[in-house]
Structure formats: C-alpha cells, structure tokens
C-alpha cells in the first residue's frame, strides 16, 4: 500500500542547519499522523553535511542518498522519480530553511480538492539578476503553456504522484530546472491547482550552488530546455487515477 506523503529535499552544503531542519519536517510529518517517507539527496556537498545526515541512519522514515554533485535540477528529479513510486503525494522542498515546515499543514489539509498546490514565496528578496530570471521563467511558462501558476520554480509543492508521473517520463535526466517544466505542464492540462502566500525568509547559512555567470548560463539552458520540453498529461483522467 502507498505511503501517504514522499517528501524530497536536495541538499548542498547545509552542515549547520540540515539536522536541523530535516527534525523540523519529520516532527511536523510525524503530529499529521501520516504514513511518509522523507528522500534527503546529498548532491556532492564539500562541508561536513555528509556526517551530518548520519544522524538519522536508524530512522526508516527519513532515506538519505548520497551521490555526486550534479546540481539542483537532476537531484530534484532523482528524487521524483524515487518518490512516486512509494506514496500518493509527492512534495518537494529546499533544506536552506527559507520556508519552513510550520506552513506545510495548510496545503495539506486543502488536498484533497486539488491536484497540485504551491507555496508563493511571500516576502522573497532577490538581487536585480535574480529577479530578472524569475520574472523571465514566469513570462516563458506564460507564452508556452498557459497561465496558472505565480510562482513556478518555487520550492514548495505538494503534487499527486501519478500526476508528476506523468510528467517525469517527459523530462531529460539533466533538465536545470524541471520544476519551471512541471509547472507549465500543470498549468497547460488544466488541473486543479492552488496557491498559498509563503513567508520565505533569507538564507542564513549553507552555501549557495548557482553564483554570478553559473547562474546566467543557467537561466538560458532553462529557457530553451522549457521550450522543448512541452509534456502533455491526461487532466480528463486525472479524477479515475485518484480513486486508483
């Protein structure tokens, strides 16, 4: 039988805060009273966030997966491509701390209305080149797919796992950045979707993975990877795969 919930949580560099967080979602998870499993992915870090994560090695609730660094987009899809396979819902979330676990009940308890919820980062300060290519992802998920998510590379989404499925089989390995991709292709099939204003706080440890030109570079790789990568999913059908 399906677990409930697959959370997936990328992880770089994050030694002084990881315990931290990850006790933080595990305790919010646990006062649910769901079934879950929490996919911790160590994309490569250099810091001591390896020996870190060890702590919750007796945990069977919380899979730690270390592997080399290849970036923030194939770890996330790593991950999605573990968790639908085990639970109902998939939800994917940073391990920076910017918008924390505490807001989680509200999506989840609006579920089972929707197929696809987010969390708009509320209060979010970026730098000029920053917010230019969130503005730029917007606009292109715009023209591509249609309207009918603000936020589209957010971090903290709750998606039906055979929705996502669906996508996944779509969407290069490599992709930089497959929530942009996800997104539009929501949008598009006209599934239900919801959004939820986030308080997303500033960084205040870890490291940063995409700085200065990585981030342009980037930004263009997402642009023509979003225009090719258009899947089409099966909304109509989306109400007979709930009751499956």
Known sequence: MPLDLALVMPVYNEEACIVRVVESWRAVLSHLGMDFRMIV???????GTQDALAAFAGDERIEVINKENSGHGPTILMGY?????????????DSDDEMKAEHFPDLWEKRETYDALFGVREGRR???????????SRLTVG???GKGVT????P????????????LAYIPYDTFAPNVVISGTLAKAGVRIYEQPVPHELRKTGSVSILRWKLWRGAVKSFWQTLYCRPAIRAAGSEADHRT
């Open 41 to 47: 992915l160590n994309d490569g870090s250099s810091d």
């Open 81 to 93: 491509y573990r968790a639908v396979e085990l639970a109902d819902w998939v939800f994917q979330c």
């Open 126 to 136: 970026q730098n000029l080149a920053r917010k230019f290519i969130s503005v730029c």
């Open 143 to 145: 023209l591509l797919f």
């Open 151 to 154: 936020d589209v590379n957010t």
């Open 156 to 167: 903290y989404r709750l998606i039906r796992a055979n929705l996502l499925k669906q996508i």
